[in-house]
């Protein structure tokens, strides 16, 4: 009997060794009781060393930490689990994996623990980002135009002030204080030009992992360079921060700013594409709540309703309405709030009014 079940057990290793996706079982404690050589590999250890050892030995603290509360779940629902982790290997490179969870049962019934099952979506999410790169250098344009805008004031005030210095000399009457406010002055100028470069160029950076940070923060880090743009245009903007502006979300930060650029940049230009008219006013409108399970953001604007016949293709790639459109910014936006961040964005008509609608789950500690 024994014979047979040793027979048994070498048979199942050596199946578990020729799959190429990790896989590890779990006891009811959370100490490894088994693995394949795919697993073994990923956290360079012998299968021997892993035996016996816990999650903290060999993944991230966070992510060990959200798995055990998982695994626990799941123990005591019968339940299954899949779950995106990052990992980082020893060499410094990151991998996404996304971890398939189920209980499983000894031979008397029991529960036995967790089996889990990694499959490596690195390069697919490579893929992704890199698209998503692609269609942020599509934003590059507006980006630039807004910065103008930001650079316009500061560079008249800073050519004022040198004129003003300039005549001060002419005439003879300069002095130290006279220098010193000058200099003062021309900092703030020079202080405000900076931190609008800054802004641009955080913009432009990939966001490599989710983080937590106020959702209220970033969306006036997307106003500050595109602000002035809007303002230019006449356009007005409204905030409604529910929840005392303390919404934390966790995401990629600079992805979901691509976004929200995009739907603010494609209202803006709808606006800007209405014959001004008596009592039109163009108006932006940014609403943040959160309930149970989801943060929400709706992005509203006031220039009309978008047809009923092509309201349901407008997150399609390569769908564009606009003469020098590629059709690439919805439809991005799309990938990364739906795919990259497990959350959901649509759109609707309430009459003359068009409301983007995004959905982020809230991450479970």
């Not at 509360?69 to 980082?88: A, M, Q, S, Y």
Request: charged share 25%; aromatic share 10%; net charge negative.
């Amino acid at each position: 009997m024994n014979n047979n079940l040793t027979k048994e057990l070498n048979l199942e290793d050596v199946l578990l060794d020729t799959l190429p996706n990790p896989v590890y079982y779990k006891d009811t404690e959370g100490r490894f009781i088994r693995c394949n050589k795919a697993f073994a590999n990923l956290v360079n250890a012998s299968k021997e060393e892993i035996i016996g050892k816990v999650a903290y030995e060999y993944f991230p603290k966070d992510v060990a930490d959200r798995h055990k509360d998982i695994d626990k779940k799941i123990i005591e629902t019968l339940g299954k689990n899949e779950d995106e982790v990052i990992f980082p290997t020893l060499n410094n490179e990151i991998k996404y994996y996304i971890l398939n969870k189920a209980v499983y049962l000894n031979n008397d019934g029991d529960i036995g623990g967790i089996v889990c099952i990694m499959n490596d979506i690195t390069q697919s999410m490579k893929d992704k980002n890199l698209l998503i790169q692609q269609s942020k250098f599509a934003e590059m344009g507006e980006m630039i135009a807004s910065v103008a805008h930001q650079w316009n004031e500061p560079l008249v005030e800073l050519s004022a002030q040198i004129q003003r210095i300039q005549i001060y000399y002419d005439m003879n009457n300069i002095d130290k204080k006279k220098v010193s406010d000058f200099v003062n002055d021309s900092m703030i100028q020079i202080k405000y030009m900076s931190d609008t470069l800054f802004d641009f160029r955080s913009f432009l950076k990939p966001s490599t992992v989710k983080e937590e940070f106020y959702l209220h923060k970033a969306i006036d880090e997307i106003f500050e360079i595109v602000g002035k743009q809007i303002f230019y245009f006449n356009i007005d903007v409204n905030f409604e921060y529910k929840n005392n502006n303390d919404i934390k979300i966790y995401a990629y930060e600079n992805e979901l700013k691509q976004v929200l650029l995009n739907l603010i940049n494609n209202a803006k230009n709808k606006i800007n594409n209405i014959e001004e008219s008596k009592g039109f006013r163009g108006l932006i409108s940014i609403n943040t709540y959160k309930n149970k399970d989801y943060i929400h953001i709706d992005v509203k604007d006031n220039a009309g309703s978008i047809p009923e016949e092509i309201i349901n293709h407008i997150f399609e790639p390569f769908f564009t309405t606009k003469a020098n459109g590629t059709g690439f910014g919805l439809y991005m936006a799309k990938i990364i709030i739906e795919d990259k961040m497990s959350g959901s964005i649509s759109v609707k008509n309430e009459e003359q009014n068009v409301v983007f609608s995004i959905k982020i789950p809230i991450r479970n500690k």
